[in-house]
């Protein structure tokens, strides 16, 4: 048997723009994703079958290669509904054949669900990651990332992130361009451009709601947005550390969404607004999760304990670099 962890680093939002609906019906982004230190972790283990043991597994093909997925939170799914499990799928389906045995998937989850922070796309490339380790493939991030982009639109930037975060990765991807902690991503979110990150202290807080991500871009077509972010300008302020610049662009224009349908994510923002002293405070993806950039972990700690007596998935945390 062998085994790793991964970190499965959060991820949030520095811009967020939306250019247009593609032939496909996806929607054009382009934005800025920046990797934070909260994490999950997915530990994936791999035993080999004995020729005794060797059989169809649970997958529905013929490898033998059988998947086995827990988690901490009792009401995600441990089937083909969970990303990570469908991140193993697709490992098998590429490099599965001649291998026979069981993948035992277990996450411990710290980052809210559903929460705009790519908790799930961040577990789904943690097992490609683990995977491509276990199995010795010796893939880029590069490949990789095809690999994850064939099923969340989030996750080859997790891919990179924890190529960057991860000390257990760092020697086979030191020298790798696509691994870093900050990104401009365009397209549908998977053409990606390592960018200077951003360093600072942060604090989040996820009102007690859900929101679904395809009604916030459906709702978004219909409304007239009036203020864009600048992100080449938001790419210097990253490189030369400006403040005033980077307050500026920080927009995401979902907010035009789900700011006015979900008040209670308008009322997180409000109060976290009035407690950073940055002043620097938006949404991350479709929400409803709200962080705002602070000075130092002391400011982070204090606004995150006044939060936690609104929003008990509040954390203050950083980014990582």
Same mark, same amino acid.
């Given at each position: ?5 991964? *970190? ?17 019906? &996806? ?9 934070? #230190? ?6 994936? *283990? ?27 939170? *009792?009401? =995600? ?17 590429? &490099? ?37 380790? /276990? ?8 490949? #990789? ?21 991860? +000390?257990? /990765? ?21 053409? =990606?451009?390592?960018?200077?990150? =951003?360093?600072?202290? /942060? ?13 916030? &871009? ?14 080449? +300008?938001?790419?210097?302020? =990253? ?34 607004? +009035? ?29 995150? +304990?006044?939060? /936690? ?13």
């Amino acid at each position: 048997m062998k085994k790793i962890v991964i *970190k499965s680093f959060a991820k949030i939002n520095l811009t967020l723009d939306v250019l247009g609906v593609l032939d496909n019906g &996806y929607h054009e982004l382009a934005m800025i994703m920046q990797q934070i #230190l909260l994490c999950d972790d997915v530990q994936i *283990k791999w035993t080999e079958a004995q020729n005794a043991d060797v059989g169809t597994g649970e997958t529905g093909d013929a490898s033998g290669i059988k998947i086995e997925l827990s988690t901490n939170r *009792k009401f =995600l799914p441990t089937d083909n509904r969970n990303l990570a499990y469908k991140a193993a799928d697709a490992m098998i389906e590429r &490099y599965g054949e001649g291998k026979s045995g069981t993948i035992r998937i277990d996450i411990k989850k710290r980052i809210p669900v559903a929460a705009g922070l790519a908790g799930g796309s961040g577990n789904a490339a943690a097992v490609l990651h683990g995977l491509n380790k /276990l199995w010795d493939l010796g893939l880029d991030v590069a490949a #990789l990332c095809e690999i994850g982009a064939g099923f969340g639109s989030d996750i080859p930037f997790c891919i990179m992130g924890q190529a960057a975060g991860n +000390e257990v /990765l760092a020697d086979d991807f030191k020298d790798d361009p696509l691994s870093c902690h900050c990104a401009l991503a365009t397209g549908t979110g998977t053409d =990606l451009k390592p960018i200077t990150g =951003l360093r600072s202290h /942060l604090v989040l807080s996820k009102p007690n709601i859900g929101v679904s991500t395809a009604e916030v &871009y459906q709702g978004i077509d219909n409304m007239e947005i009036t203020e864009h972010p600048d992100n080449d +300008e938001m790419i210097e302020a =990253l490189k030369k550390n400006d403040t005033k610049v980077l307050k500026k662009n920080l927009i995401n224009v979902l907010e035009n969404f789900t700011l006015n349908h979900y008040p209670i994510v308008m009322y997180t923002k409000n109060m976290m607004q +009035e407690l950073c002293s940055s002043g620097c405070v938006l949404m991350s993806g479709s929400g409803p999760t709200v962080f705002g950039l602070c000075r130092n972990i002391t400011e982070s700690k204090a606004i995150c +304990e006044k939060m /936690l007596s609104h929003n008990k998935e509040s954390f203050w945390t950083r980014t990582t670099w």
